[in-house]
């Protein structure tokens, strides 16, 4: 977050003098982003239920068997019965202030709540209950809802709640006679847009069900343990009793930060400027054991077969990286390599199952390719008309999300994808 000094947008000087001629000050008034808060007390509400409700802003999302997850952003939680892909049905709403990213273990969904970690009873997913909630354990993050560009923001007050929201108000500054003012910031981008667990995660729930996510999702379950990743840190929790967690460790990985994959005994953590490698022997605090390093771009990784797959792309708030896919041999953690760089057009989140590999390009639609030799993928199909960003694929059946809505494909493994069902966003 970028602070600056707000001195130029004056709409009053009033010079105010008390006395002496030494003593001054100057009042200034400009039109500014104010918080809105939502009091803390209010947050940690009882959850409520809807029998319904439409999807606005689909964020991330989780699929278990016939089941799945998703993020509507900031708002709440759509659970929907998805075992037939061609006619999926919302079983009911949870109501989440503030949510983003969500994961299953077991019977129990975990899903953030601004700065809370909140656990779901979904054994009867058409009736969720709220079994507990660890309080202040992410971080205090008040642009989850965008500030209105071209304007200074005022600088939240933490003791004031969570910030819901902005309006735009006179601000009055009144400061001594003296070089500078009060300091303002201005929302640097979204700050919502952390990444993932990939497919093949295998994340939880036993060796007969499936559990997983898609690449842009901050939370990644291993075995016993849930993983997080914040723009700067990664932390772990307990879920020995998925319905009692408790967080263990936390530590400092680097700089912004976007994607967590799981797989075998690592995981994988993908930045603006590389992937970063971390060791789970040591389940509760993950260590470091190396980075693949590349040029600034947004990053999410998935891995399959010691095969891991990086997407690179340019644009907000990704600065001016390559828009690529990197496919690197991770046998050796301790030296990550790179086997080859294919160019992609807009390459966003991508999931792989078997030797099928599906790169979401965005508004590009869908690229499909056969990945039974990583150093020579094979183009297979490209998906048109479709505007997605992430994707899960398992047991031949893809959800992709995107700002439209979330699209329900069938697929055989020689990479034949059909369109079968579609959760649109109304209006």
Excluded at 39 to 45: A, P, V
Excluded at 97 to 102: H, R, T
Aim: aromatic share 10%; charged share 15%; proline share 5%.
């Amino acid at each position: 977050m970028k602070y600056i000094r707000f001195s130029t947008v004056v709409s009053m000087l009033v010079l105010v003098f008390a006395g002496c001629r030494d003593k001054c000050s100057v009042e200034t008034i400009y039109d500014a982003n104010v918080p809105v808060y939502l009091s803390y007390e209010e947050l940690r509400k009882p959850l409520t239920l809807s029998s319904s409700q439409v999807l606005e802003k689909p964020s991330k999302f989780w699929r278990t068997d016939n089941y799945l997850f998703v993020s509507d952003l900031n708002k709440g939680i759509h659970i929907y019965n998805i075992s037939n892909p061609a006619a999926p049905q919302e079983l009911v709403f949870v109501n989440v202030p503030g949510v983003v990213d969500v994961a299953v273990k077991g019977n129990y969904l975990l899903a953030d709540s601004y700065t809370d970690l909140l656990v779901i009873d979904v054994s009867n997913p058409s009736s969720p209950s709220e079994v507990k909630r660890l309080t202040d354990v992410f971080e205090y993050n008040p642009f989850k809802v965008e500030a209105k560009t071209g304007y200074p923001v005022v600088a939240p007050d933490k003791a004031k709640g969570v910030v819901i929201g902005w309006n735009i108000e006179k601000v009055k500054d009144e400061q001594a006679c003296t070089p500078g003012g009060n300091t303002v910031f201005y929302e640097m981008g979204d700050m919502t847009n952390f990444g993932g667990v990939s497919l093949a995660s295998g994340a939880g729930g036993g060796p007969a069900t499936y559990s997983g996510g898609g690449s842009l999702a901050a939370f990644a379950v291993r075995g016993d343990f849930l993983y997080s990743v914040s723009p700067s840190s990664l932390s772990a929790y307990s879920l020995a009793d998925p319905s009692n967690p408790s967080k263990v460790s936390e530590q400092q990985v680097g700089m912004s930060i976007e994607t967590i994959v799981a797989y075998e005994r690592f995981l994988f953590i993908g930045s603006q400027n590389g992937v970063f490698i971390y060791s789970l022997q040591n389940a509760s605090t993950p260590v470091y054991v190396s980075q693949f390093t590349h040029a600034t771009a947004c990053d999410p990784v998935v891995v399959s077969e010691d095969i891991a797959y990086v997407t690179l792309r340019d644009g907000t708030p990704c600065q001016n990286g390559s828009n690529q896919l990197d496919v690197l041999n991770v046998n050796q953690v301790q030296n990550p390599t790179l086997i080859r760089t294919y160019p992609m057009v807009n390459p966003h989140g991508l999931g792989i199952e078997g030797n099928i590999l599906a790169i979401c390009e965005g508004t590009h639609g869908v690229k499909v390719f056969n990945a039974a030799d990583p150093a020579n993928l094979l183009y297979v199909q490209e998906l048109t008309g479709l505007n997605v960003k992430d994707v899960i694929l398992y047991n031949g059946v893809a959800m992709f999300i995107g700002d439209n809505g979330i699209y329900l494909y069938t697929y055989n493994q020689s990479g034949n994808f059909q369109a079968a069902g579609v959760i649109a966003i109304v209006g």
